[in-house]
């Protein structure tokens, strides 16, 4: 298994529906998650962190975290064609000697079509 | 716009020539990276440097060599590079345990 794996996709979705992205980790990460938002030919922007168990909403984001199933989603709520970019899930490596060390999935790339 | 600034934005260069990178911070953050990222990739981790000391070196050819002159700024001074080193390389920095913020990237191509 990946460190980190998420399905490349693309996702499409119809503007105004909920487009839900996840992700999959090991026992290698640690017990913090990252969402980055990329849009082409740019850099990534990070838009949502979560550390534990649970939701958390930041306007029409919500991250949530399943430790016991080791997944890791974000929703997307009244998505927009502006929302359409490859979204990066991304935790740090456990372990001191890993200190600052991310680990990236593939990337999910969502389309919101008008 | 980001608080992340990466100098130059474009690069094009010749596989014979010298240059430089460069990357500043003004966040107070302690821990500052250098990534490669290809098309449709994620980015792929090259160096960090914590405390302005080098802490990780992915096994990077030595045609790229960072330098750290204050918590600040980081440079990536490059060499006699590939083709395939054509990439965008992005700089990022963060406090320890928190998320990093990326730069805009520098795009770089080889000829």
């Known amino acids: 298994q990946k460190e980190v794996e998420q399905n490349s996709g693309p996702l499409s979705v119809p503007e105004g529906a909920i487009a839900s992205l996840n992700c999959t980790y090991s026992d290698r990460v640690s017990q913090s998650f990252f969402w980055y938002r990329q849009y082409s030919g740019k850099s990534p922007e990070l838009i949502m962190s979560?550390?534990?168990?649970g939701d958390k909403e930041d306007g029409r984001f919500t991250a949530q975290l399943n430790k016991a199933s080791q997944y890791v989603s974000l929703l997307i709520r009244d998505s927009q064609p502006s929302d359409s970019a490859t979204y990066l899930c991304?935790?740090?490596?456990?372990?001191?000697?890993?200190?600052?060390?991310?680990?990236f999935g593939q990337g999910t790339t969502l389309q919101v079509k008008p | 716009d980001t608080e992340v600034t990466q100098t130059p934005k474009h690069l094009v260069m010749g596989m014979t020539n010298k240059k430089s990178l460069k990357c500043e911070q003004h966040?107070?953050?302690?821990?500052m990276y250098w990534y490669k990222q290809k098309a449709k990739k994620p980015p792929e981790l090259m160096f960090v440097y914590s405390y302005e000391k080098l802490s990780i070196n992915e096994s990077v050819p030595s045609r790229f060599s960072p330098e750290c002159p204050n918590s600040s700024l980081l440079n990536l001074h490059l060499h006699a590079l590939q083709p395939e080193d054509s990439a965008l390389y992005l700089c990022?920095?963060?406090?320890?345990?928190?998320?990093?913020?990326f730069g805009d990237g520098t795009r770089l191509s080889i000829l």
């Open positions: 990022a920095s963060s406090q320890e345990g928190q998320p990093q913020h």
């Open positions: 979560i550390y534990s168990n």
């Open positions: 966040m107070g953050h302690r821990a």
């Open positions: 991304a935790a740090p490596y456990e372990g001191s000697s890993n200190t600052g060390k991310l680990i």
